[in-house]
């Protein structure tokens, strides 16, 4: 197993442990861990995301889907079924799951709908205004001289 070493990183920047967090947890995963339920990640714009996942068998009030800090949980519970069927083959899944995804800071879930045995999660990238860069307009005088500025004391006095 390969490891990583952050450390150079670590030296000239602040708030960057998460990544190495991130690197060790995907790392640590195995290729069984994501095989149910299947789903995809696409990109739907500059700022948006969509999850999709196949959850077939699965209802609306069957699925939870929670945000927490940087983490989307998407979780199902096993319907019981009453009364229990004699399958002779079952090829569709109706077990119990639980997936996380980390959301890099400023993802939001839009919105979430179930159709046609997928679950889409809609993401969107909101950042808040103070963090937008901005452009500061460079005042100009047409004098070489500084103005003084007087303070509010001083202005009434001179009008008394």
Do not use: C, W
Request: charge should be negative.
């Amino acid at each position: 197993m390969q490891r990583f070493d952050l450390s150079p990183l670590f030296r000239s920047s602040v708030g960057f442990d998460r990544l190495e967090r991130l690197l060790d947890s995907a790392h640590r995963l195995d290729d069984q861990t994501f095989a149910y339920p299947p789903y995809n990640i696409e990109k739907t714009g500059e700022d948006g995301y969509r999850i999709s996942m196949a959850v077939a068998g699965f209802r609306a009030e069957d699925l939870d889907i929670t945000t927490k800090e940087n983490f989307l949980t998407i979780a199902g519970k096993a319907q019981k079924e009453d009364p229990p069927v004699q399958y002779l083959h079952r090829g569709i899944a109706g077990r119990s799951f639980e997936r996380r995804f980390e959301l890099a800071d400023h993802i939001k879930v839009a919105a979430a709908s179930l159709a046609d045995g997928l679950l889409h999660v809609d993401l969107v990238r909101e950042i808040p205004e103070t963090l937008k860069p901005r452009t500061i307009p460079i005042a100009t005088t047409s004098s070489a001289e500084p103005k003084a500025i007087e303070n509010k004391k001083a202005l009434e006095n001179k009008a008394a």
